[in-house]
């Protein structure tokens, strides 16, 4: 871990060492400054500024639209929130399946801009030229395999990936040429168990699930799904922590009430 601020940042590297030494992995999405904050100072390992602002921060139905612009938005937002924790940034849909030329300057313009330490880009053997120039520049690369949401339109449904042996071998083989490539980890998401431990057992790099079951070297949640703030998404991977949806909902209604029935503010909340 390199020391800054008085703080032991977690580098890429300390996600090694995590895996060699058996020690799992945790990692949260954020998207804000102020969540950022909060799920930095719980000490999580990894923030990823998932896509998946496309859905919670925006309302869109899939994470296709989320732009590279916003994207930055939302990771210099984090960034600003966070001391200790690896800032992963995804490279939204478009921004690097056109060619390597252009994955690595929209890997550099999320560097440069957002101040996050590495990104994340959906896909196996077809973007591996793209990986490939945009870690030459000295960038970390987090792969993501299985259920990729950016392919939604090809897949036609969320369900899980990779049951069939051809699309399992497939996954193994994506993600020893991640690995060989330099990728500093992979994500698996909405995959059998069974299937994600082999990975994690057949590569060195740490394998990081989402719906992978608990053979993999660390987990990855959406941070309103587990905080149950979205209470109409409960797939079966899902623990939900808590149901702030509920919670909130009862805060605001009691404002409400307060400010109609002239009980806020009373003689204490007023200057
Ligand atoms: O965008 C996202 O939130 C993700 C996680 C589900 C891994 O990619």
Redesign the pocket.
């Known amino acids: 871990m390199s020391v800054h601020n008085n703080v032991k940042k977690v580098t890429t590297h300390v996600l090694q060492e995590m895996k060699n030494a058996g020690e799992k992995i945790t990692m949260l ?1 954020g998207y804000d400054y102020t969540m950022a904050r909060i799920i930095d100072r719980a000490g999580i390992d990894v923030i ?1 500024v ?4 496309s859905n919670v921060m925006a309302g869109h139905e899939t ?1 296709l639209p989320i732009t590279l612009n916003e994207m930055i938005y939302h990771a210099s937002s984090v960034v600003r929130g966070v001391d200790r924790a690896l800032v992963v940034v ?1 490279m939204p849909f478009g921004s690097y399946q056109g060619n390597s030329k252009e994955a690595l300057s929209s890997a550099i313009r999320i560097m440069k801009e957002s101040g996050g330490h590495a990104v ?1 880009l959906e896909g196996g053997q077809e973007i591996l030229e793209s990986i490939t120039r945009i870690l030459t520049a000295g960038i970390p690369v987090m792969g ?1 395999l299985g259920l990729t ?1 950016q392919s939604i339109y090809k897949f036609g449904t969320y369900v899980v990936r990779a049951r069939e042996k051809n699309e399992a071998e497939q996954l193994i083989e994506d993600a020893k040429a991640l690995e060989a490539a330099g990728c500093f980890a992979i ?1 698996l ?1 909405k995959i059998p168990a069974e299937l994600a431990a082999k990975v994690a057992a057949e590569v060195t790099i740490p394998i990081i699930g ?1 719906g992978a079951g608990s053979g993999v070297d660390g987990q ?1 949640l ?1 941070v309103h799904d587990m905080l149950g703030i979205n209470n109409d998404f409960s797939p079966r991977f899902l623990r939900k922590y808590h149901n702030l949806f509920e919670e909130m909902m009862d805060s605001f209604h009691r404002y409400i009430d307060d400010v109609r029935s002239g009980d806020f503010p009373n003689k204490e909340e007023q200057y």
Do not use: F, M, N
């Not at 998932?50 to 602002?53: C, I, R, T, V, Y």
């Open positions: 999405t990823l998932g896509d998946s602002a994470t995804d994340k993501h949401p994500v998401e989402i990855v959406v």
